[in-house]
């Protein structure tokens, strides 16, 4: 068996491409099991505990890999232009805003994961350079989450769409807390050097990896392609049955 610690020529880390795109696969998962729901092959409740750790599980790989690259960049002697990335963020949300916007406009994105990703980068990035610190900032934080009600603002949605024009349900949200603590635990995952870890190159990771380098437009696209597959399904049944 082969392995490769890092992809050439760019020098990527394979572990991390391959951490990253087994959230994208676990997202994918996700949002099909939802297309299935919403044309009736499946029924579930999205707040029953099994979707309610699934979806979490999600995130926590998503935002520790966020800090782990914010952390890998502050140790790098030539810095990326990370505004590009911040702009393609910038971007991707707004389409995501836009386009849900005129799909469904009483449910519309307006702070799903890629908002929260983009702030959650330029929070992250000035601190990922000491990341024990950083990590104990965010224990904290996910400690205070779960132990006390001093993070939780029950009134703070009801508050901000009451002011604001904006739907009481939204098809994705990210809520700053606790979620930014996870946020600041990755670039200890970077300290460690996890993305070093040695990586068996055969087919399934070579896939994942694929998946990780290219999350962001896959992201993007994905759901449009499962719940045009789905629908298209849905309607070859009801033409036959």
């Known amino acids: 068996m082969q392995i490769s610690p890092v992809?050439?020529?760019t020098?990527?880390?394979?572990?991390?491409?391959?951490?990253?795109g087994f959230a994208v696969l676990l997202m994918m998962i996700f949002h099909f099991c939802w297309d299935l729901r919403n044309f009736g092959f499946m029924e579930f409740s999205i707040y029953?505990?099994?979707w309610v750790y699934f979806r979490s599980l999600i995130l926590t790989l998503f935002l520790t890999a966020v800090g782990w690259s914010a952390y890998i960049v502050s140790n790098q002697s030539s810095k990326p232009f990370t505004w590009k990335r911040d702009i393609k963020l910038l971007i991707s949300a707004g389409a995501i805003s836009l386009a849900t916007y005129l799909a469904m406009p009483n449910q519309w994105i307006y702070f799903g994961i890629l908002h929260f990703?983009?702030?959650?980068?330029?929070?992250?990035?000035?601190?990922?350079?000491?990341?024990?610190?950083?990590?104990?900032l965010g224990i904290l934080i996910i400690m205070i989450y779960h132990l006390t009600p001093w993070?939780?603002?029950p009134n703070a949605f009801s508050t901000i769409t009451h002011y604001v024009p904006l739907p009481d349900r939204t098809l994705d949200i990210v809520f700053p807390f606790p979620w930014i603590g996870v946020v600041f635990i990755g670039p200890?995952?970077?300290?460690?050097?996890?993305?070093?870890?040695?990586?068996?190159?055969?087919?399934?990771t070579?896939?994942?990896?694929?998946?990780g380098r290219y999350a962001l437009p896959i992201y993007l696209s994905h759901q449009i392609i499962l719940f045009g597959l789905v629908a298209a399904f849905k309607m070859v049944l009801l033409q036959f049955f």
């Open 188 to 204: 200890l995952l970077g300290y460690l050097n996890w993305h070093q870890c040695p990586t068996p190159n055969h087919t399934v």
């Open 7 to 9: 992809f050439e020529p």
């Open 48 to 50: 029953d505990p099994f």
């Open 206 to 211: 070579r896939v994942l990896a694929f998946m």
């Open 117 to 136: 990703i983009l702030v959650a980068s330029l929070l992250v990035r000035p601190v990922a350079k000491w990341p024990i610190a950083c990590a104990v």
């Open 151 to 153: 993070l939780h603002f």
């Open 11 to 20: 020098k990527r880390s394979a572990f991390l491409d391959v951490y990253r």
